[in-house]
């Protein structure tokens, strides 16, 4: 293996701050939460009002005993059932058996024209439907039967036909969506399109895309010739029953494709398993929108939206805040402003996940109901502690915004900006403190639910030698480690996932803060002339550098300074020739000389001092002091080599962020810096002999997607991608 160095490097960085977008979401209508493609949580308004019309005819005035229908007015039913049990409709119509004549299914289907353009509809038919030839060879038309309809092809003027929904209905009807499921088989649906066997899309755009367009869509049991297969789920049709299995055991939103897809497939497989045929149909009428069912969230799940809706709310206000800051030209005030979006952000991110997680508790409650006694009791367990953390975390959000609400001083003092580097910093702990008590909080719940599952699965009787082979026993522990694996499995892959979504959410939130920091360490202030005195000691004639001495606010600091041996002599006997420009940074622990600048009396004549008596030189650009710190003439940059040892990337930037050394503020080097330090031939390692190293590998600050960060290679000048961490794969 390759032995890896690394340097650390101190320099000026500017500052790159990226706001996090802000969306109020509108409270009224119904709405959905979707991933937008850089994976935030917005929410979409769907729908104003949505109705549903639900229809079931197992009697008919009109037909023979053996015309009737048995299960019909169930599966209606059952339809019914679920959408009031688990889905957000403002109003169900329902209309079954001698209730469900020709003129009352059109009365209803007309009377949903007074809905908005922004409604939604779905209606819900099973009973008869019937397919008769088109005149001279045309295409097939399709028909429901109501209650006082006929399956009499001189009588079709007493059924609804498609030819009707399509041209008629459809069009009267106002509602950007609507959404037509027939249990029943026949042709003649009028289908502009059908549907693809392309995966609907979940994420923000497509469903933004839905949300803006209209459609008709159609979805029936089954073709023309074909039969509705009874004895499915529940004791339902086949067709039904799937349809309402979907719908119950959805945990998020479902679109109308979404719901053809599954049951075309779902639904051919049962009854091919049956040696029968049945192949449902899906399509659009006309429009390229997407009918959606919204689950009915909990109450809890409520409360935490709401809370959600409010931080977007305040980020929205603190947004216009900065802009009107901004037109001020309150650079403090602005800052102070950007900060606590950032901080507002970060507490909608964990609202944010505290709502996922209350949305997997209630499934996971779900599958804890068909469980033991001590399973429920641990479930309410968890409630509590979820409940008490939110309230824990509320009340550190109230005080972050009452601390937050202070105004900082003015940037335009060194003095300021070392206040507001330490105000700064503390934001930023109290973030990383959060959101790493958050992780172990929620990695502590999430392993317990999971080892109480499997402890409950190998909790079998001991070996009973009097009754049982060990042959037998052996038998018995390999079938529950069989079932105990999977969960085992799912365990792990959930607990890195979480792991893996609050340390890239925890880095997104403290990421603007560290570049903020590093913009003020960075940042450069002036010293007046007048308050400086400054006395040269003697020169190097072999570096051409000058030792002075410079003091300033009450400061002595030792100096050197680069002057050629021609000006060297002149300018040591008369100091007054040169005129001194200190630089000051600030830092957390205070403020730090950076160097100084010396103007001589020709044009552009300048020369720098940088702090620190000669100690070592190499001769040529570099410089190094007592404390080992290696200092670029040329450039202004500071090196500092890290421990002799082989070393990951991450090993070597926690070292670097740990270096308190000289004020602080360093980092790793850019690729283009460590080329920059690389000399062929220079050296034992093609660098200045003043970094004191055995190996040829330098860890770079860039890193390359998750896993890999950028590598230097001393021995020959070598840039590649290594890998992060010894323990990736």
């Keep these: ?17 990226i706001l996090p977008s802000l969306l109020s979401a509108g409270t009224r209508g119904i709405s959905v939460v979707a991933k937008t493609a850089k994976g935030q949580s917005q929410n979409i308004q769907l729908y104003d009002y949505t109705a549903a019309l639900i229809i079931g005819i197992d009697r008919y005035e009109n037909l023979s005993a053996s015309e009737q229908l048995t299960y019909a007015v169930k599966d209606a039913k059952g339809v019914e059932k679920v959408l009031r049990d688990g889905f957000q409709f403002n109003e169900i119509i329902t209309l079954y058996n001698g209730q469900a004549t020709r003129d009352k299914i059109m009365q209803a289907l007309y009377g949903f024209r007074s809905l908005t353009p922004d409604g939604g509809v779905f209606v819900y038919f099973a009973g008869h439907g019937i397919t008769i030839p088109g005149a001279l060879g045309g295409k097939d038309l399709g028909y429901l039967v109501p209650y006082d309809g006929s399956l009499n092809a001189s009588a079709m003027y007493k059924n609804i036909s498609m030819q009707q929904v399509k041209s008629d209905i459809c069009v009267s009807i106002s509602a950007k969506h609507v959404f037509f499921v027939f249990d029943a088989c026949f042709a003649g649906l009028m289908l502009d399109t059908r549907a693809t066997l392309s995966k609907p899309s979940r994420d923000f755009s497509y469903l933004k895309a839905i949300t803006d367009e209209q459609v008709r869509q159609v979805l029936t049991a089954g073709s023309k010739g074909e039969t509705v297969l009874d004895g499915g789920p529940g004791g339902h049709s086949v067709f039904t029953g799937r349809l309402i299995q979907f719908l119950e055991n959805a945990e998020d939103y479902i679109t109308a494709r979404e719901l053809g897809q599954y049951l075309k497939k779902q639904v051919y497989g049962d009854a091919a398993a049956r040696g029968h045929t049945q192949r449902p149909v899906d399509g659009e009428i006309y429009g390229t929108g997407d009918f959606v069912f919204v689950p009915d969230l909990k109450k809890k799940g409520r409360e935490i939206s709401a809370e959600v809706d409010a931080l977007e709310a305040e980020l929205v206000r603190l947004k216009r805040l900065k802009k009107e800051a901004a037109q001020a030209q309150d650079k403090s005030r ?8 950032l901080i507002k952000d970060a507490e909608l991110k964990q609202a944010q996940i505290r709502r996922r997680q209350k949305e997997e508790e209630v499934k996971r409650e779900t599958q804890a109901a068909l469980e033991a006694k001590r399973f429920e009791e641990g479930r309410k367990q968890r409630e509590a502690e979820n ?39 503390e934001q930023r702990n109290k973030i990383d403190r959060e959101f790493s008590t958050e992780l172990e909080r929620q990695t502590r719940n999430l392993s317990a639910f999971y080892d109480k599952q499997i402890s409950r699965i190998m909790d079998i009787p001991p070996w009973d030698k009097e009754f049982e082979t060990k042959k037998e026993y052996e038998d018995r522990i390999a079938e529950v480690e069989l079932k105990a694996t999977p969960i085992r499995q799912v365990k792990e892959k959930e607990l890195a996932s979480l792991q893996h979504e609050l340390e890239t959410i925890r880095e997104d939130q403290i990421r603007p803060l560290d570049q903020q920091m590093e913009a003020l360490a960075g940042k450069r202030f002036i010293v007046p002339a007048s308050q400086v005195s400054f006395k040269f000691i003697r020169y190097n004639l072999k570096s051409q550098m000058m030792l002075a001495t410079l003091t300033s606010n009450g400061t002595t600091e ?16 008369n100091p007054q020739l040169l005129v001194p420009e200190v630089l000051m940074k600030a830092r957390l622990g205070g403020i730090k000389f950076d160097k100084a600048i010396f103007h001589g009396p020709g044009e552009d004549e300048t020369y720098i001092g940088m702090r620190g008596g000669i100690v070592v030189s190499d001769g040529t650009i570099y410089l190094s002091e007592a404390n080992g710190i290696v200092k670029d003439s040329r450039t202004g940059l500071e090196w500092k080599a890290g421990p002799d040892m082989d070393t990951d990337w991450n090993e070597a930037r926690s070292w670097v962020q740990s270096l308190n050394l000289d004020g602080g503020g360093w980092r790793m080097p850019t690729m283009d810096e460590l080329e920059g330090l690389y000399k062929k031939g220079v ?47």
């Excluded at 032995?3 to 790159?16: H, Q, W």
């Excluded at 309230?391 to 335009?412: C, I, P, V």
Aim: hydrophobic fraction near 35%; avoid cysteine; charged fraction near 30%.
């Design 683 to 729: 050296g034992e390692r093609n660098m200045t002999p003043l970094l004191k190293t055995t190996g040829w590998w330098v860890w770079s600050g860039e890193t390359k997607g998750s896993s890999n960060a950028g590598d230097f290679g001393f021995n020959g000048g070598i840039q590649i991608e290594g890998v992060k961490s010894t323990l990736d794969p």
């Design 387 to 425: 409940d008490q953390r939110l309230a824990m975390l509320r009340s550190q959000a109230d005080k972050m915004r009452q601390e937050l609400s202070q105004d900082l001083a003015g940037g335009a003092t060194i003095e300021s900006a070392v206040a507001e580097l330490r105000k700064i910093n």
């Design 1 to 17: 293996m390759k032995t890896r160095s690394f340097l650390a490097i101190f320099l000026l960085i500017s500052l790159t701050l």
């Design 558 to 573: 030792k100096l050197l300074i680069n002057i050629p041996k021609r000006k060297a002599r002149e300018y040591k006997y």
């Design 334 to 341: 602005e800052r102070e402003i950007e900060r606590r979006q």
